[in-house]
Structures are given as C-alpha cells and as structure tokens.
C-alpha cells in the first residue's frame, strides 16, 4: 500500500507537536506544554472509524491512517501529536511499512 503511495496524494496538512514537560517550582508537579515543532506537513489522511461511548459523558473517538513521508522524529514516536484540522490527535503507531524510510504509516486517535 505505502509503497505504491503517490506524492500528489499527500494533499491534506497536519501539524506535529512534541512534549515540553516542566516541573512546577512550588509544587514539584510535572507539567506538560505541546510546542509545535512541524506546520502543514504534507499527508494522506483517511478517518477509519468514528464511535460514541456510554458513560458519564459522550465522547467521540476518531481513528486517523495518516501516511507521511519519512520522518526520523515521528519513526516508532507515540510521545507526540499530529494535529488534524485543528484536533490534537494522540499518536498510537507509526511504523516505516517497507523499511526503506519512505513512508510512515501512523494510527492516531482524536477524543472529543
């Protein structure tokens, strides 16, 4: 699949975040800020799944496959985030499918 991908359908844009954990000097609490460190990175996107959970509140899950072209900061990552039409979406995979650092294929989650 990935290896047959065409660089004219990387069409969509998503943005690429990493962790910036601080300690809180008065409380020694860990805190995290999402710097982005990638804007309008070229992808192909496709929603696989889309679900409403019971409970105490509705939640919708959305479950993105977003190809990119090789990355060596995204490669075998789950620590950071992809922003998808302005949805920070929590990186599950991402694998390089042939291993000859062409492609990425990542699974990440978006919870609203």
């Known amino acids: 699949m990935a290896g047959d991908l065409r660089i004219g359908k990387l069409r969509d844009r998503i943005d690429v975040a990493r962790p910036n954990r601080t300690e809180d000097a008065s409380t020694g609490e860990i805190l995290i ?3 982005t460190v990638a804007r309008g990175l070229p992808a192909e996107i496709k929603t696989s799944q889309a679900e409403r ?3 105490s509140k509705q939640t919708q899950t959305t479950r993105h496959a977003i190809t990119v072209r090789y990355r060596s900061d995204l490669a075998g990552e789950t620590d950071r ?6 949805i920070a979406c929590e990186i599950t995979a ?3 499918p042939d291993r000859r650092r ?3 294929q990542i699974t990440a989650i978006a919870t609203q």
Do not use: F, M, N, T
């Open 53 to 55: 959970e019971a409970g």
């Open 81 to 86: 985030r992809l922003i998808v039409d302005g």
């Open 94 to 96: 991402s694998i390089d």
């Open 102 to 104: 062409r492609w990425l």
């Open 33 to 35: 800020a999402w710097e």
